[in-house]
């Protein structure tokens, strides 16, 4: 027996003992397969145990990760690497990564977490038949759903959070009999939910928050089993959901639902949990059945515009451990269960109403009165009204022409006092909007109607001191508020007789441009005119950006405050974010935006953000409602966003080159001298970087950069990269350069800056008028 073992050849050795002991040996194929799969993902720190000798089946699983077999197949691949935030070098391929995992025909379970992973999910996906759970969270992939997913009718389990998926959730999704947890967490899916979501009968977690979704939710209460649904920071709305009345979880928060809460749909909710309706806009009475529903243990109502009169006697689940009710129109008296007890260990939260306590703030009742009459919520009185009545409302409005008359007198004496100030016609009067008129997104938080008395105040009756330049799109005020917060204050005259009511639609458009890489617009007001009230002038307050425009930091500055390479790609990184969120991130989306780079701000800490935008309000003329005009004030075709990638191209050129570009010409030569820098040596390319970065880049970080800026300026639109091949270049630059400076130790540059390093307070136009030297030309 001895002399034949000794014959045999070792791999059967290993096999015969294994049967021996009674373990599972994976086939050799597989392990290969394995093997190959390490290698394609460039050998990342999770996966250093993994060679030829390793027994796959039988290794010790942990956290990061897990095999698992049945016999000798590979059913569940559990892979969480350490990439978070950091992309496969360029030379990765999607299409060979998915082609080699289809050789693991059995496998069920798929994780792949962290890895680094980009690009679009290859449609060959499908030849992973099997799947019944895939997780690709947390990577770089983009793109659409492939339709191939449709066809693996085993999945039970989707997740694909934090990518950068786009598009539509598509209708193919209803056609997953067994899918039972769909999360689509942090990508940028946009538009409606397709009503083949309803159905999913076997549904129990839907999971859509932070993307760009909007519109009006499908009938959910067929999704029979759904038990958690999380739709926070989208657009999706105004009326509130039909639900499943199996939900543990339900939070809605930060969408535009802008209707009563259906007391009917809530009070059947026996198994809620969690519920967050926070900032949106819902009306009406507050279902206090809420704080007594039989498993509730968090509760936030916040920042809504609801309404009700509290008692003290209302009761609580006694396992509600959390209420926040700030921000609302209550009225009355807080509840006992919700005040301070040594009983309970509670956190309530129910400041900015208009309820009878000293313990937190709190507006006076006619507030509350008046805001809920403003917006319709209130209940209308009887229409009977007594002959008494009648007398005196005849009598109080004999009475209130007298005082209107004396108040318009007053008022337009005010105006002619201010004129050279504000330049306001004698025909006008100051309304006070945020008190004669309230929209539906004036209850957003970080959106409001201001007055033009605290305009005034702000800066000081528009004295001259506060005046900061005028553009194309108005003349720009520098404005302290009287909470110490600086603003800037855009004055645009109206060339067209419009309506409060009709510009309100421009309104709700400006309000969503909510982005980290946008100067966002924090409110607005109207100054009519007193005969017709129309329109005549508008205001709008945006935030303050203090450390100026981009180009100060680059080309025009001084050398105690440039930004370094890794800076500069930050920058880039920031403008493209902007861009591919005023394309993408609204709907319709913003185009021909007509960037430069002195409509590019920096923050405290250097994040840039974009100051001007294509939006019809600000265009000479006003355009029609919800259409896109373009500068030259005809339509623009939504498809056509390789205009804002040219117009990047040359910001992007002058962070490169770090000096002024002033005119097409010198574009057009300093693109020839990229194009060809690029094919050369290291030190050819070099010698076009701004001198004092040129020695702190990386060659792969510069050469990247390069690449994409000359293909964005290209001659041919259709040749010019997507926003997103943009992004992903630049991030892959960044990357390049992050690793460039762990492993070695470049040179320092002088006066590299920091998010404080300058002390005085910069004073910068949100928009200048155009005095960049760029000329107008074919893009």
């Not at 405290?604 to 000479?620: D, G």
């Not at 000096?659 to 030569?669: A, H």
Request: proline share 4%.
């Amino acid at each position: 027996m001895e002399k034949q073992l000794c014959g045999l050849p070792l791999l059967l050795l290993v096999l015969l003992l294994s049967s021996i002991d009674g373990t599972t040996q994976l086939q050799s194929s597989q392990s290969q397969t394995l093997l190959r799969l390490q290698q394609l993902l460039y050998y990342p720190k999770v996966l250093t145990s993994w060679n030829n000798f390793t027994d796959f089946c039988n290794s010790e699983p942990n956290s990061s990760l897990t095999v698992v077999c049945y016999e000798d197949t590979l059913t569940q691949l559990h892979i969480t690497g350490d990439r978070r935030g950091h992309m496969l070098p360029k030379s990765f391929s999607i299409d060979s990564f998915v082609t080699t995992l289809a050789k693991l025909p059995d496998v069920k379970v798929l994780t792949l977490v962290s890895l680094g992973l980009w690009g679009r999910l290859p449609e060959k996906i499908n030849r992973l038949s099997s799947l019944e759970i895939l997780n690709v969270s947390s990577n770089f992939l983009f793109g659409s759903l492939p339709h191939e997913l449709s066809s693996l009718a085993s999945l039970q389990t989707l997740i694909l959070d934090e990518n950068m998926f786009s598009g539509l959730v598509p209708d193919w999704i209803g056609s997953l009999p067994s899918l039972a947890v769909l999360s689509l967490r942090k990508n940028a899916f946009n538009g409606s939910l397709p009503s083949s979501l309803s159905t999913l009968s076997g549904l129990r977690v839907l999971a859509l928050a932070n993307n760009r979704f909007s519109g009006a939710l499908p009938d959910l209460s067929r999704l029979t089993n759904l038990q958690v649904l999380d739709l926070e920071s989208n657009s999706f709305g105004p009326m509130f959901p039909r639900l499943s009345h199996k939900l543990v979880t339900l939070i809605l928060s930060k969408n535009m639902f802008r209707s009563a809460v259906s007391s009917q749909e809530v009070s059947s909710l026996y198994q809620l949990q969690r519920l967050d309706l926070s900032f949106n806009t819902f009306v009406g009475p507050f279902p206090t059945c809420l704080m007594s529903l039989p498993a509730i243990t968090y509760l936030n109502i916040s920042h809504n515009k609801l309404t009700g009169r509290l008692s003290t006697n209302l009761s609580c689940n006694s396992q509600l451990i959390s209420v926040d009710l700030s921000s609302n129109l209550l009225t009355g008296s807080l509840p006992d269960c919700l005040k301070p007890s040594s009983k309970t260990s509670r956190d309530v939260v129910y400041g900015g109403n208009c309820l009878a306590t000293e313990n937190e703030d709190q507006r006076p009742v006619s507030f509350c009165s008046n805001e809920a009459l403003a917006v319709g919520i209130l209940p209308q009185r009887r229409k009977r009204v007594s002959k008494l009545g009648i007398a005196l409302g005849v009598t109080g409005g004999v009475l209130g022409l007298f005082l209107l008359a004396g108040a318009v007198f007053l008022v337009l004496r005010r105006v002619s006092a201010k004129r050279k100030a504000t330049e306001a016609s004698p025909r006008l009067i100051k309304e006070n909007v945020s008190m004669g008129y309230t929209s539906k997104l004036l209850s957003d938080a970080t959106y409001r109607t201001f007055s033009l008395e605290e305009l005034e105040y702000a800066t000081n009756n528009f004295e001259s001191s506060a005046f900061m330049g005028e553009g194309y799109q108005g003349q720009i005020y520098r404005g302290r508020l009287k909470d110490g917060s600086f603003v800037a204050i855009r004055c645009l005259k109206m060339k067209k007789s419009c309506s409060t009511q009709n510009l309100m639609h421009h309104i709700e458009l400006i309000a969503k441009l909510r982005h980290r890489h946008l100067v966002s617009v924090l409110g607005h007001c109207f100054e009519c005119y007193l005969d017709d009230s129309t329109v005549s002038r508008m205001f709008f307050v945006f935030e303050y950006v203090p450390n100026g425009e981009l180009r100060s930091w680059i080309s025009d500055g001084n050398v105690g405050r440039l930004l370094t390479w890794e800076q500069r790609i930050s920058v880039a990184i920031g403008v493209a974010k902007g861009i591919q969120f005023l394309h993408t991130g609204i709907v319709p989306g913003v185009y021909d935006n007509n960037l430069r780079i002195t409509d590019v701000l920096l923050d405290n800490n250097l994040a840039a953000k974009i100051s001007s935008y294509n939006l019809p309000l600000f265009v000479e003329g006003l355009g029609k409602v919800g259409q896109v005009v373009s500068r030259k004030g005809t339509p623009s075709i939504k498809d056509e966003d390789k205009v804002d990638i040219y117009d990047f191209g040359v910001i992007l050129l002058e962070l490169i080159v770090g000096r002024p570009l002033r005119g097409k010409g010198q574009v057009d030569v300093l693109k020839e001298q990229l194009q060809a820098s690029i094919s050369t040596d290291d030190g050819a390319r070099r010698s076009m970087v701004d001198p004092t970065v040129h020695r702190t880049c990386s060659d792969q970080s510069l050469k990247t950069m390069m690449e994409i800026c000359v293909r964005c300026l290209l001659k041919d639109p259709l040749e010019r990269p997507s926003i997103e091949d943009v992004l992903w270049n630049l991030q892959f630059a960044s990357q390049v350069q992050e690793g460039w400076l762990q492993n070695s130790n470049p040179p320092s540059i002088r006066g590299s800056p920091s998010p404080a390093a300058s002390s005085r307070l910069h004073i910068t136009t949100l928009e200048s008028p155009r005095d960049s030297g760029y000329e107008e030309h074919e893009r």
